[in-house]
């Protein structure tokens, strides 16, 4: 398989060699030259999230250096459970939280990493995040010998839990606070990618939804959600995904144009309602960030846009089995206190916005896909169903430690200076 920029004007690269470029030369994104034609039957005998994703990632894998690791990657990277819960007779739950900084991006983290340390060479993983990205990527990489990690957050603009997992790695990972938001952070990361003497200097390594390598493991986990829903209630589930960056959204798009049974795709996203807006005029127009309790979720620019299209640039066909809904901070608040009420289940904002989106929705048969634990948000969640949320052992670690991080304003040149 190779992997080509959605600009078009780069040449075609291998897995490995499109995972360590990141952004391509052009200013795209990889996306895989094709998509491989699976059908249902060809994972009878797989349960596992393990089993199934090196099934699903085989073709993607085929031809590079790091396909013979292939199996062991998975087995290193999905080593936490990721359950589909029942909600009720027409929903599910899937619970991507389970992994060390209990948000989903444990996931494309480890999975990156697992990746990433089967290559040669030392390098300096750059990231920027909107909460839950940094200390997932920390985490992932902090263990590895042959990377150091560099997070850019803005400041002030994560919850306290969220700012603790980016800054409590010590030597090896280094947090900056950007007098910023979080569009200005993707915008220093992408800059970062496009100076070649920076990117040479330090060997920079994207692990934001730049990379595909973050992708990759996340359309596998929404193929697994579609096996286990058809085996479990013989009908086709549409998948109902939080979406900030649209990198989870973009990977249920790529499980979906790979043959896996997703009837259709729901995007819940917050008060930034640029994807929404693009699904109401089929004209798109990136919008200035607004702040909500979805905090992972406030992205006005979202990168990940530029995948969708390449992927489904028919506007009229692509509505024809995708939509997009905004949630107002009071939808949130409201039913995480209703969820709390009427089944007794905490959401965290995230999962909650999408839980809400399903409620809207008159069809049956739907997973909503549960991005982070709600621990993690503990200051808006507990106010509001009246009780403590139980904190993870792995998060209740990770909280006891020390913080450091250094503030720079929000440009390349800041950055720079901070790294030499
Ligand atoms: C990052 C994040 C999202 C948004 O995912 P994207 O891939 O950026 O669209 C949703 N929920 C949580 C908890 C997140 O951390």
Not at 151 to 159: A, D, E, Q, T
Not at 258 to 281: K, M, Q
Not at 351 to 371: F, I
């Amino acid at each position: 398989m190779r992997y080509v920029s959605t600009r078009a004007s780069s040449p075609p690269l291998g897995l490995s060699e499109a995972i360590q470029t990141g952004l391509a030369p052009d200013g795209g994104l990889y996306v895989p030259e094709r998509f491989p034609t699976f059908e249902v039957e060809d994972f009878e005998g797989l349960e596992s999230l393990a089993d199934i994703a090196e099934k699903f990632l085989a073709p993607f894998f085929e031809g590079d250096e790091l396909s013979v690791q292939l199996s062991d990657i998975c087995r290193e990277a999905f080593d936490f459970p990721v359950p589909l819960v029942e909600l009720d007779e027409t929903t599910a739950l899937l619970e991507l939280f389970h992994g060390p900084t209990a948000a989903f991006k444990d996931v494309g983290a480890r999975f990156l990493a697992a990746c990433v340390s089967r290559l040669p060479g030392r390098r300096t993983v750059l990231v920027a995040t909107s909460g839950d990205t940094g200390g997932a990527v920390a985490a992932a990489f902090a263990v590895r010998a042959n990377a150091e990690v560099v997070i850019l957050f803005p400041k002030g603009l994560v919850s306290p839990r969220q700012e603790k997992q980016l800054t409590c790695w010590g030597a090896g990972v280094r947090a900056f606070a950007v007098r910023g938001d979080f569009d200005d952070c993707q915008r220093i990361v992408k800059a970062a990618f496009a100076d070649r003497q920076l990117n040479r200097a330090h060997g920079l390594l994207s692990a934001n939804s730049i990379n595909f390598g973050r992708l990759l493991p996340q359309a596998a986990y929404h193929a697994a959600a579609s096996l286990w829903y058809l085996r479990r209630r013989g009908a086709r589930a549409g998948l109902v995904v939080p979406t900030g960056n649209l990198g989870n959204a973009v990977a249920a798009f790529w499980a979906r144009a790979a043959g896996l049974p997703v009837r259709e795709i729901a995007l819940a996203t917050n008060a930034n309602r640029a994807v929404p807006d693009y699904f109401d005029s089929g004209a798109w127009a990136a919008r200035p960030t607004v702040r909500t309790l979805a905090n992972a979720m406030d992205v006005g620019n979202p990168s990940n846009v530029e995948r969708l299209l390449q992927l489904h640039p028919d506007f009229e066909e692509l509505k024809t089995f995708a939509r997009a809904f905004t949630v107002s901070d009071e939808e949130i608040k409201r039913t995480i206190e209703a969820e709390a009420t009427t089944r007794g289940r905490v959401f965290d904002p995230h999962t909650a916005a999408a839980a809400r989106v399903r409620a809207r929705l008159a069809s049956p048969h739907w997973v909503v896909v549960a991005t982070a634990h709600p621990a993690k948000f503990e200051s808006i969640v507990e106010p509001l169903v009246g009780r403590e949320v139980e904190t993870p052992p792995a998060l209740a670690e990770l909280l006891d430690k020390e913080s450091v991080c250094e503030e720079i304003e929000p440009s390349l040149e800041a950055l720079a200076k901070a790294l030499s």
